[in-house]
């Protein structure tokens, strides 16, 4: 999936569903040049499917900022505290994508992706 798929998610039905789904794609394309190119076993943490439920969310957002802070911290990018966010607040949501989508730009650069 195209590093600007991440920007926002689709404002459609399942926009949501989608963006957990390009967002994993794109850490796994990550996953694999970190592992390429250091050698390092680096984790998958449990960022897909989607979460449902307040807790889930809570959860995946634990996850997935550890994703970010691993990939981060491996490639030199500063990371962002992307622990929590409240989704239903479009200021907050839109300024936690915004960090995110930014960080997976800089680790893909340092990495030297293409996707």
């Not at 590093?3 to 850490?27: C, K, M, R, S, T």
């Not at 995110?100 to 650069?109: F, G």
Request: hydrophobic share 40%.
């Amino acid at each position: 999936m195209a590093l600007p798929h991440l920007l926002y998610p689709a404002p459609a039905i399942g926009g949501f569903d989608e963006w957990v789904h390009a967002n994993y794609q794109h850490h796994l394309a990550v996953l694999q040049a970190l592992r390429t190119q250091t050698g390092y076993p680096f984790t998958l943490y449990s960022i897909f499917p989607a979460p449902v439920s307040d807790q889930d969310i809570a959860t995946w957002l634990e996850e997935h900022a550890q994703q970010h802070s691993d990939m981060c911290a491996a490639t030199g990018v500063v990371s962002t505290d992307l622990s929590s966010v409240d989704f239903k607040d479009p200021s907050q949501r839109d300024s936690w994508m915004f960090y995110h989508y930014k960080e997976h730009e800089a680790v893909a650069q340092a990495l030297r992706l293409t996707v």
